[in-house]
């Protein structure tokens, strides 16, 4: 069974930056699209950040200028690189793959963001 793995959240103070990656503990096959989603305390879980074969990366308006989602193909890995981060951003945090029918969810990983 394949798990995702993601690293890197923590806290970090308002406009600071932390960047997330996230691996699979083995091949993939055919992977269509990867990407992150964020889940805020009482609220759904959002899409963030996503990449897909062949398309531009897809960001949520609210992050958009200031989060950076990249994909290592031959890695099968992750990364999403927040910058100017602000509360609003604080969350537990999703890596997502989609490949061959199937979808993956990692653990999640918290991101807290102080004023």
């Known amino acids: 069974q394949v798990q995702l793995v993601e690293s890197g959240g923590g806290s970090v103070q308002a406009g600071g930056s932390l960047r997330l990656s996230c691996a699979a503990s083995r091949s993939i096959f055919s992977i269509q699209a990867m990407g992150w989603y964020r889940q805020a305390p009482g609220k759904q879980r959002d899409l963030v950040a996503s990449i897909s074969s062949g398309n531009p990366p897809n960001y949520a308006d609210s992050v958009k200028g200031r989060f950076t989602i990249s994909r290592d193909n031959v890695k099968n890995t992750v990364s999403l690189q927040m910058n100017r981060l602000k509360p609003e951003d604080t969350g537990v945090y999703y890596c997502?793959?989609?490949?061959?029918?199937?979808?993956?969810w990692g653990q999640g990983i918290q991101v807290t963001v102080s004023s």
């Open positions: 997502h793959v989609y490949g061959a029918g199937i979808d993956y």
